[in-house]
């Protein structure tokens, strides 16, 4: 898997790619090399999808996604086969061409309503489930404006600050642990690779 800022401004391809090699189990020789970004993109998608299943409040009906790339398409449908229950998705990007795009593909491809938000906030303030798979250096949600009961999925490093991280901590149960009522996790799951999911 390899990342390149700017892979998708100036060759128009996925700013992340990925090969996957399969070899045969019994004489480990090579059967394929493939491409794996749109696999890789699934995959981490699922995650998302999966955590918020048993997590996210059963009363969600709308996302709020920051990033209009391929990884928050992927997000986005695996929420929308989790819970089939949502309604509403927005999305926000800091190019306003790209962020209208993703809302037309994505109404379609989902049968469902998912528009162009204005701004940052509108993009908090509209979510019952929010999602972040941005580049961004610095966080883009801040503690103080989630209300409570927001299911929060960040993929990067930077994109939530320390105390909402904190905030989501103190609560957190493991996936996989006893489960909640109604059949729900409540809590921070934090897999692999600092990805960090968690609801307060």
């Known amino acids: 898997m390899s990342a390149a800022q ?6 128009g391809l996925p700013r992340g790619s990925a090969v996957i090699a399969l070899n045969d189990p019994e004489t480990k020789v090579s059967i394929a090399i493939m491409d794996g970004t749109l ?3 699934i995959r ?3 995650v998302t999808g999966v955590c918020a299943k048993y997590m996210a409040p ?5 996302v709020g996604l920051f990033g209009a790339g391929p990884q928050c398409k992927t997000q986005l449908m695996a929420l929308k086969a989790s819970l089939p229950q949502l309604k509403k998705a927005y999305v926000y990007d800091l190019s306003r061409e790209r962020t209208e795009k993703f809302a037309a593909e994505m109404s379609q491809k989902l049968n ?11 993009t908090i303030e509209s979510g019952d489930i929010l999602v972040t798979a941005t580049t961004a250096t610095e966080p883009i949600i801040h503690s103080a404006e989630i209300k409570k009961g927001v299911y929060v999925a960040h993929l990067g490093n930077n994109e939530v600050d320390e105390e909402l991280i904190l ?15 109604h059949g729900r996790h409540d809590g921070l799951h934090v897999p692999r690779r600092q990805d960090r999911r968690f609801r307060h």
């Open 6 to 11: 700017r892979l998708d401004e100036v060759f």
């Open 39 to 41: 696999i890789s993109a």
């Open 44 to 46: 981490t998608g699922a």
């Open 58 to 62: 059963s009363r969600s009906k709308t």
């Open 112 to 122: 469902m309503d998912v528009q162009a938000a204005s701004d940052r906030l509108a």
């Open 167 to 181: 905030r989501g901590q103190g609560r957190h149960r493991r996936l996989g642990d006893r489960q909640a009522p």
